[in-house]
């Protein structure tokens, strides 16, 4: 099959998909021939989204959904896969910086909001799409974890965003190991910077600024091109997780970083 039409016939749900990584992945899955899928709190955006894919030939659907909200969580997936009749791919994607501060600074509904979206809310969507994967005898799971789920650099205070990004890439595993007897395949997608959205809505706070290591990073913070990657790069990589391109990869993490992390 030509590269451009890689996952005809698919049908993906992506959750938060109205913006950055989500919303390129989304758009590249659909002219790649997928049917997509929209799980996101703000709908208004991934209904921008879910035009572009429109006025461009494809198909597409909105659930307005927050990951975090078990019932909401399941009718949004019942919804899309009632529209298009069957379920291949989930990228798993949603998620929030929250507020990064220091461990006493930091309120317990702002750790339970950061660990609720990213790991909750990444469970709760393997959990409610995982029965109608198996019906397909296969399928893609793709979650969005990042690099610092593993290597702590230069981001003092993002304690529970941290703990979240780790927390998926174990679920991760424990669900590929799961998964496999039905040829289902789960991998993380571990980004650096990228260009999104995602810093307008982090709080961080005066003593998580304080308290921040001085690194000095050599000319340039990112070794490959001198600065942040692009949500369409991600995207490329998460198309092929999400084809049979891939189908001897699972259970893994991959990072997407420019080797920022080796800094
Ligand atoms: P973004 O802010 O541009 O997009 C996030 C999307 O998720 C938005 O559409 C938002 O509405 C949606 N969302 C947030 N909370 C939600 C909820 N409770 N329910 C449903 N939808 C929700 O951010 P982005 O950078 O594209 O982030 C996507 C993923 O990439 C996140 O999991 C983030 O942690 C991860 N990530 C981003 C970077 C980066 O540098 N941008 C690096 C590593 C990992």
């Given amino acids: 099959m030509h590269a451009d039409k890689l996952l005809e016939g698919k049908v993906a749900i992506v959750t938060g998909g109205g913006s950055g990584i989500g919303r390129a992945s989304a758009l590249d899955m659909a002219r790649r021939g997928a049917k997509v899928g929209f799980l996101d709190r703000t709908p208004e955006e991934a209904e921008k989204v879910k035009a572009e894919i429109e006025r461009e ?17 399941e009718q949004g997936i019942n919804e899309i896969v009632e529209r298009f009749g069957r379920l291949d791919i989930v990228f798993a994607n949603a998620g929030i910086n929250g507020v990064w501060t220091t461990l006493e600074d930091m309120e317990v509904e702002d750790w339970d909001q950061t660990l ?5 809310g990444t469970f709760l969507t393997l959990k409610y799409a995982v029965p109608h994967l198996k019906k397909q005898a296969g399928g ?28 998926q890439v174990a679920l991760m595993k424990m669900a590929a190991l799961e998964l496999a007897p039905h040829r289902i395949r789960v991998n993380a997608v571990c980004p650096g910077a990228i260009e999104t959205n995602i810093d307008d809505n982090t709080e961080r706070t005066e003593e998580a600024e304080q308290a921040k290591i001085p690194v000095e990073y050599p000319e340039g913070s ?32 991959i990072y997407i970083d420019g080797a920022e992390s080796l800094l």
Avoid: C, M
């Avoid at 307005?64 to 909200?69: F, I, K, L, M």
């Avoid at 609720?116 to 909750?120: H, P, S």
């Avoid at 974890?145 to 993002?158: D, E, H, L, W, Y």
């Fill in 140 to 167: 893609s799971i793709i979650i969005t974890s990042s690099i610092n789920g593993n290597r702590i650099f230069n981001n003092t205070g993002a304690t529970a965003y941290s703990a979240s990004k780790a927390g």
């Fill in 57 to 73: 030939g494809g198909e597409a659907w909105v659930a307005a959904t927050d990951v975090s909200d078990a019932k909401a969580v």
């Fill in 116 to 120: 609720g979206i990213n790991l909750r």
């Fill in 222 to 253: 990112h070794p490959l091109a001198g600065k942040p990657g692009k949500a369409a790069q991600v995207a490329d990589l998460v198309t092929y997780l999400a084809s049979d391109l891939a189908s001897h990869v699972t259970g893994t993490d």
